[in-house]
Structures are given as structure tokens and as C-alpha cells.
């Protein structure tokens, strides 16, 4: 990918998840500066070379990107202290969730090219999946640009309308959780039963990650036909899908996302 200095106001869960994505594939740490005020942050950064720095301003002055990944309650806040700083010649990548594009460039001096993504936590360990936006007048090289930056650690895609945000995040930024909630629930059953810590995680995690591949290796095979090859009739797996679906698992991951995605679109109001 293009080699550009890259700084990230927000050294978080995210920020670490994508600098430390973005290092393996052999992007030059010197390139990268992270900016937080919290001190403890530093040497997690500057013991893999990258940079770090408490001053917002002088670093995105210096940068050709600016990542925003602080959270969205802070956006106005942060943005605005950053309004001496001439935003024409740059590229603003921003991952926070519901933070509209109109509402990032209301608070930036010319910043007119601005691409939102919802990345997840996953880009770690280079198996990201980040949804993307951008408006029309914002160029190709840009586009590709934050594109490549996230196919670094993981997959991408874009959408065409900004309101679809709210949706991908339900998708893409939260659903890592819903996955651990489900491994966790696993995992206690697990150890209700008698197993220990270690075999249940073992158990759990395996038994994700042959299903996880399994989708992935076989793009053309349903779902729910992978589930049926699991399944024989009258068996141990139909007994335990039996009282998902008695318990309607369908709804509730549907209320679930539904839930996700209104509060996306509270937060927009809100912050
Ligand atoms: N954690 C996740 O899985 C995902 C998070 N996001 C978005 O990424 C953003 C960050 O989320 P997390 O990393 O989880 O939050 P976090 O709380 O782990 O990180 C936010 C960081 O911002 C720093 N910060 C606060 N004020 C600052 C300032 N004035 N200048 C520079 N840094 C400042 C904090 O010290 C903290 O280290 C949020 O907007 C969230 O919506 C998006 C997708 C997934
Ligand atoms: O929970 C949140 O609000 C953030 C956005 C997506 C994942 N984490």
C-alpha cells in the first residue's frame, strides 16, 4: 500500500487494534504517531517504534492522515480543538461509530475528505472487517487509499449511503461481542458440567473457529445447509438447535442487531 504518515488521536482498543494490525503487514512504525493524553498509553506504542504524543495539533499538522478513533461522546470536543488546522491537503478517516460526515466537517476547517469506517477489533490479528463510506466528491486516490489501509488488517466494504452505517456496525464493530457472548455462554456451560477451564476454552474456541472457516472455505454452501450437515435427524445437535429455536434464537439476534443499529442512530442525535 501507499506509504503516508498516518496519526491516530485515540490510542484505544480500536486505534491498538489496527496500529498493531497495520505493523505486521510491515508498515513502517516512523509512519505512525499516536496521539493520547493518557501517559500510560506510551509505551505500548513506542516499544513496537511507533510514535506517541500527547499533542493533538502539532501531529496532525505534520500528518497526511488523521484516523479519529476517540469515542463518539468526545468527537465535538476533540474536533473543535483542532479547528487552527487547515484540513484541505489531508485525508480524515474516521472510525468513530454514529459521528455523521456532515457533522465531522462542520467542526473541521476544509476538511473535505473525509471517509468514515466501522472497522472491529479482530483487525489484531489481520481478520478485521470494516464497512466503508465515503461522499462522491471525495477522490479515488483518498478512497483507496483508507481502503487499503483497512484491507491491511482485514476485509472491506462499501456502502453507498451514509445511512447503511448504522447497519454495518450492527455487523461489522459490534458483532465480535455477540460472538464472545455466545463462547462465553459455551464455555460456563462447559465448566457446569465438570470440564475445566482449559478444555472448555480449548472446546469452545476450536469448535468457532472450524465453523467460522468452514463459511468462509465454502462461499457457494448456505449456512444453513452447513448446519444440516451437522444435524442428523432425531440426533444431539437437533436436541440442542431444538431449544434455540424454541427460545426463538432468530428473534433475539434480530432484536438484537435492531437494537444496535437505534442506538447508531441515537447517538448521531446525541453527540
Ligand atoms: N472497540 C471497538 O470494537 C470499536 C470501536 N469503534 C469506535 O472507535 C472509537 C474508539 O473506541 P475504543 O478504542 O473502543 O475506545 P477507547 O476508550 O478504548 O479509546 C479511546 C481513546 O481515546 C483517548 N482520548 C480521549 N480524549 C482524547 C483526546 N482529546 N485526544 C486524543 N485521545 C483521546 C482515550 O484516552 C482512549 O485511549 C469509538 O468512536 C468507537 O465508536 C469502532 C469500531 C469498533
Ligand atoms: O460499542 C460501541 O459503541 C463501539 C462501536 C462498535 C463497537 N464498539
Not at 487552527?84 to 480524515?92: I, N
Not at 468462509?216 to 429455536?245: C, I, M
Amino acid at each position: 500500500m501507499q506509504q503516508k504518515s498516518i496519526c491516530f488521536i485515540g490510542g484505544g482498543n480500536m486505534a491498538q487494534a489496527i496500529v498493531f494490525g497495520l505493523l505486521k503487514t510491515g508498515y513502517p512504525a516512523n509512519l505512525i504517531t499516536v496521539c493520547d493524553p493518557n501517559e500510560d498509553k506510551r509505551s505500548l506504542f513506542t516499544e513496537k517504534k511507533v510514535l506517541f504524543s500527547t499533542d493533538n495539533q502539532t501531529t496532525v499538522e505534520k500528518s497526511d492522515v488523521m484516523v479519529l478513533a476517540v469515542k463518539p461522546q468526545v468527537a465535538s470536543d476533540v474536533c473543535s480543538a483542532l479547528s487552527a488546522v487547515d484540513f484541505s491537503e489531508k485525508l480524515v478517516i474516521s472510525i468513530m461509530a454514529a459521528i455523521s460526515v456532515e457533522k465531522i466537517t462542520a467542526l473541521l476547517f476544509h476538511a473535505d475528505n473525509i471517509v468514515r469506517v466501522m472497522p472491529n477489533t479482530p483487525a489484531l490479528v489481520s481478520t478485521g472487517m470494516s464497512g466503508l463510506f465515503a461522499r462522491a466528491n471525495v477522490s479515488m486516490e483518498y478512497k483507496q487509499f483508507a481502503e487499503s489501509l483497512l484491507q491491511a488488517v482485514g476485509q472491506t466494504c462499501w456502502v453507498e449511503n451514509e445511512s447503511d452505517m448504522h447497519t454495518v456496525t450492527a455487523a461489522s464493530g459490534s458483532s465480535p461481542a455477540y460472538f464472545f457472548l455466545f463462547m462465553e455462554a459455551m464455555q460456563q456451560s462447559l465448566l457446569n458440567m465438570g470440564l475445566t477451564v482449559q478444555q472448555a476454552r480449548l472446546l469452545v474456541q476450536q469448535s468457532a473457529l472450524g465453523a467460522a472457516k468452514m463459511v468462509v472455505e465454502n462461499p457457494t454452501v448456505e449456512l444453513a445447509t452447513l448446519r444440516q450437515n451437522v444435524t442428523s435427524k432425531g440426533g444431539t445437535t437437533a436436541a440442542a438447535l431444538n431449544v434455540f429455536n424454541e427460545k426463538q434464537l432468530a428473534q433475539i439476534v434480530e432484536q438484537a442487531m435492531l437494537a444496535c443499529v437505534e442506538r447508531s442512530k441515537e447517538m448521531e442525535k446525541l453527540f
